[in-house]
């Protein structure tokens, strides 16, 4: 017999002693069949309005005396039968009331823990723990735990992913980080004012909604379609004013360390040697001040934003951080494509370029807003060419480089000769890359 709140281990070692969430856990949960209702009035606003109608307000008072204690008691069971477990090589998470489900997470396949507090969350002390896990698109999370006992979960959690044994993880803490830059809040909100996103939907609306007034003379068309614009517009500025405000990137043993958010806080981890792709973006009205911003494509991850700012030569030494022998080519260092892939792609042509080192394999593209993608050799999975009809005409071709987070990165628009030679030369160099790479660990 096992004592209430332990698992019994059928491999004969000890019992693994289970844990429950935080105790507000089921006021989130209790709006589960709140939410239901309010899905269906969303869906049918109609039939909502109709069936509100004919309730009096002795059945309204009925029903909320009904769906108040029913949605009390689903958030309170929920909980009460949700339990995980830490054991020696891997995370269970059991739930369910009729139907069971315990879902086993592999510790050696955990690539990143996000700790992250919506604005409730951390009035209430509490905060979710979201697991990165190989192999799964969706984040597995455990919310919500006390704030305290989040970090020290994931510490334990990666401490024990990175090899150490299970008696000294929970010793071992949270990994020490140094800070690296922090982007100020004046710089990100004159950033966002210069991104051509917001100043787009704000034009398209004064264009657009007049000319609907004119041809309707319906205000309500026009709110339908203006404020829709308008969200668009706000999304792009304040919706990631909001998201990226206090970004701060710190460095530590087990991966690079991103916090930010004004009122939903999110505590990230960039895993090392996950990283297959970093983009470096430069809008348009970026550059007289010099600032990009860095994105990421990692394997096993959702996370995708490294810098949502910074100075050029910052970022750069930032890149190098993320890809160790990886240096930015210089712009002098980019081949365009000939003059007869005009006819292929006119005006934009230009934009194009390609530079190849003995780290990384480096494509630029656009003119307006210009991506400057790198993935170093040993990330690459597979090469392929592509010419079409119209692209055989003029003698160029399309290069694709396949990484490991399912991202392709394409050197458009080269001349044939030079795109044959370079899938050959690609394939070399990345299978050198991957025999001379050093082993993705945590915590190295």
Same mark, same amino acid.
């Given at each position: 017999?096992?004592?209430?709140?332990?698992?019994?281990?059928?491999?004969?070692?000890?019992?693994?002693a289970e844990r429950?969430?935080?105790?507000?856990?089921?006021?989130?949960?209790?709006?589960?069949?709140?939410?239901?209702?309010?899905?269906?009035?969303?869906?049918?606003?109609?039939?909502?309005?109709?069936?509100?109608?004919?309730?009096?307000?002795?059945?309204?008072?009925?029903?909320?005396?009904?769906?108040?204690?029913? +949605? =009390?008691?689903?958030?309170? @069971?929920? &909980?009460?039968? $949700? #339990?995980?477990?830490? %054991?020696?090589?891997?995370?269970? !998470?059991?739930?369910?009331?009729?139907?069971?489900?315990?879902?086993?997470?592999?510790?050696?396949?955990?690539?990143?823990?996000?700790?992250?507090?919506?604005?409730?969350?951390?009035?209430?002390?509490?905060?979710?723990?979201?697991?990165?896990?190989?192999?799964?698109?969706?984040?597995?999370?455990?919310?919500?735990?006390?704030?305290?006992?989040?970090?020290?979960?994931?510490?334990?959690?990666?401490?024990?992913?990175?090899?150490?044994?299970?008696?000294?993880?929970?010793?071992?803490?949270?990994?020490?980080?140094?800070?690296?830059?922090?982007?100020?809040?004046?710089?990100?909100?004159?950033?966002?004012?210069?991104?051509?996103?917001?100043?787009?939907?704000?034009?398209? +609306? =004064?264009?657009?909604?007049? @000319?609907? &007034?004119?041809? $309707? #003379?319906?205000?309500? %068309?026009?709110?339908?379609?203006? !404020?829709?614009?308008?969200?668009?517009?706000?999304?792009?500025?304040?919706?990631?004013?909001?998201?990226?405000?206090?970004?701060?990137?710190?460095?530590?043993?087990?991966?690079?360390?991103?916090?930010?958010?004004?009122?939903?806080?999110?505590?990230?981890?960039?895993?090392?040697?996950?990283?297959?792709?970093?983009?470096?973006?430069?809008?348009?009205?970026?550059?007289?001040?010099?600032?990009?911003?860095?994105?990421?494509?990692?394997?096993?991850?959702?996370?995708?934003?490294?810098?949502p700012v910074a100075?050029?030569?910052?970022?750069?030494?930032?890149?190098?951080?993320?890809?160790?022998?990886?240096?930015?080519?210089?712009?002098?260092?980019?081949?365009?494509?000939?003059?007869?892939?005009?006819?292929?792609?006119?005006?934009?042509?230009?934009?194009?370029?390609?530079?190849?080192?003995?780290?990384?394999?480096?494509?630029?593209?656009?003119?307006?807003?210009?991506?400057?993608?790198?993935?170093?050799?040993?990330?690459?999975?597979?090469?392929?060419?592509?010419?079409?009809?119209?692209?055989?005409?003029?003698?160029?071709?399309?290069?694709?480089?396949?990484?490991?987070?399912?991202?392709?990165?394409?050197?458009?628009?080269?001349?044939?000769?030079?795109?044959?030679?370079?899938?050959?030369?690609?394939?070399?160099r990345s299978r050198?890359?991957?025999?001379?790479?050093?082993?993705?660990?945590?915590?190295?």
């Open positions: 017999m096992t004592a209430p709140g332990v698992q019994e281990d059928v491999t004969g070692r000890p019992p693994v429950r969430l935080h105790p507000v856990t089921p006021l989130r949960r209790a709006w589960a069949p709140v939410a239901v209702l309010m899905g269906w009035a969303v869906h049918d606003p109609d039939g909502a309005q109709r069936q509100l109608t004919r309730l009096t307000t002795t059945t309204l008072l009925v029903g909320l005396g009904v769906l108040i204690p029913a +949605a =009390a008691l689903y958030g309170f @069971l929920s &909980w009460w039968f $949700t #339990h995980f477990a830490v %054991t020696d090589s891997e995370l269970r !998470v059991r739930t369910g009331l009729l139907f069971r489900r315990t879902a086993h997470i592999r510790l050696e396949r955990i690539q990143a823990i996000d700790v992250t507090q919506p604005l409730l969350a951390r009035v209430a002390g509490v905060a979710k723990l979201k697991l990165d896990v190989i192999g799964t698109d969706k984040k597995d999370e455990l919310a919500f735990l006390g704030a305290g006992e989040a970090r020290a979960l994931r510490a334990e959690l990666l401490a024990r992913a990175a090899g150490f044994a299970p008696e000294t993880a929970h010793e071992v803490g949270e990994a020490p980080s140094q800070r690296m830059l922090r982007v100020p809040p004046g710089v990100l909100a004159v950033s966002l004012l210069l991104t051509g996103a917001t100043w787009g939907w704000l034009l398209v +609306a =004064a264009v657009a909604l007049p @000319l609907l &007034w004119t041809a $309707t #003379h319906s205000l309500w %068309t026009v709110l339908a379609a203006g !404020v829709p614009m308008l969200g668009a517009a706000g999304a792009s500025s304040v919706g990631r004013f909001v998201a990226e405000y206090d970004w701060t990137l710190g460095e530590s043993p087990d991966g690079l360390r991103i916090d930010h958010g004004l009122l939903d806080r999110a505590h990230e981890t960039v895993p090392p040697g996950r990283v297959q792709t970093v983009r470096l973006v430069e809008p348009l009205l970026w550059r007289r001040r010099g600032w990009v911003r860095v994105e990421l494509d990692v394997a096993g991850s959702s996370n995708s934003l490294l810098l100075p050029r030569a910052m970022a750069e030494s930032v890149v190098a951080r993320v890809l160790p022998g990886v240096t930015v080519p210089p712009p002098e260092a980019f081949s365009r494509p000939p003059r007869g892939a005009r006819w292929c792609v006119p005006v934009w042509w230009r934009g194009y370029g390609l530079a190849v080192t003995d780290a990384v394999f480096a494509a630029r593209r656009g003119l307006l807003r210009r991506s400057l993608s790198l993935v170093p050799h040993a990330k690459v999975q597979s090469v392929r060419l592509a010419q079409g009809p119209w692209q055989r005409a003029h003698g160029v071709a399309d290069v694709h480089v396949d990484t490991g987070a399912n991202g392709t990165v394409t050197a458009r628009l080269r001349p044939a000769g030079e795109a044959a030679a370079l899938l050959r030369a690609q394939a070399e050198t890359g991957r025999r001379d790479a050093l082993p993705d660990r945590w915590m190295a």
